[in-house]
Structures are given as structure tokens and as C-alpha cells.
């Protein structure tokens, strides 16, 4: 199994930027997709996640109402949309799934996920 994520880049504060996690290997249909981030010196942070059953979906309260996660599952892909970016969104974003049902509530914890994508640097100058 693989994810492969891609899209970050440099961006200026205000602006936006779609990431896209490719699987491979497995389909996540039933389980759970999701993207975390690491900026430097910093712990790893939970960022949205997207449970397939049903549609449900979590953000991190930093980016709620600026970030969405969606999929497309004729390509085993998901996106992070990211609108109004600031300084302190940069950071290396990393995809994760697991092709497994969980609760909500676990859905922001990274030990639930299985599968990591390599990471994706996003870089907002103010």
C-alpha cells in the first residue's frame, strides 16, 4: 500500500492551495482518510479527516472553516482544499488512512492511522 501526496508549495498569506493523497495497493472505502501536519519544532497536528461511510468529516479547530476535505473514489484519491492560508499553516502535510471504520471522536488521533503518505511541504509567506 501507498499514498502519495502532492501539492504543497510556496503561497502567499490569503491565498490557496489543493493537496491530493493517491492510494495504491488498497482501496479506503470503508474505512477512514485524513491529513495531519508537522511544522518545524513542532508536534504532528491533526488537520481533517473524512469517515467514507457516511461522509462525516473532523477538522482541527485551527483550520475549520478555511480547509475541506473531499475524495474522489473512482481514483482512490483524496484533497485538502486550503483557502485563506496564513503564516502558521506551513508546515509538512502528511495523508493518512485506515480501510477501517472508527468512532468520530478518534478520528483526529494519528495512532488510528495506518497508512502514511510521505509528506508535502506547504509554505505560506506573509
Known amino acids: 500500500v501507498q499514498l502519495q501526496a502532492s501539492g504543497g508549495g510556496l503561497v502567499q498569506a490569503g491565498g490557496s492551495l489543493r493537496l491530493s493523497c493517491a492510494a495504491s495497493?488498497?482501496?479506503?472505502?470503508?474505512?477512514?482518510v485524513g491529513w495531519f501536519r508537522q511544522a518545524t519544532g513542532k508536534e504532528r497536528e491533526f488537520v481533517a479527516a473524512?469517515?467514507?461511510?457516511?461522509?462525516?468529516?473532523a477538522y482541527g479547530d485551527s483550520v475549520k472553516g478555511r480547509f475541506t476535505i473531499s475524495r474522489d473514489s473512482a481514483k482512490n484519491t483524496w484533497y485538502l482544499q486550503m483557502n485563506s492560508l496564513k503564516s502558521e499553516d506551513t508546515a509538512v502535510y502528511y495523508c493518512?488512512?485506515?480501510?477501517?471504520?472508527?468512532?468520530?471522536?478518534?478520528?483526529?488521533?494519528?495512532?488510528?492511522?495506518?497508512?502514511w503518505g510521505q509528506g508535502t511541504q506547504v509554505t505560506v509567506s506573509s
Open positions: 473524512l469517515r467514507m461511510g457516511g461522509g462525516a468529516t
Open positions: 495497493g488498497r482501496s479506503f472505502d470503508r474505512g477512514v
Open positions: 493518512a488512512a485506515r480501510p477501517s471504520h472508527i468512532i468520530l471522536s478518534a478520528l483526529r488521533s494519528s495512532d488510528q492511522y495506518e497508512y
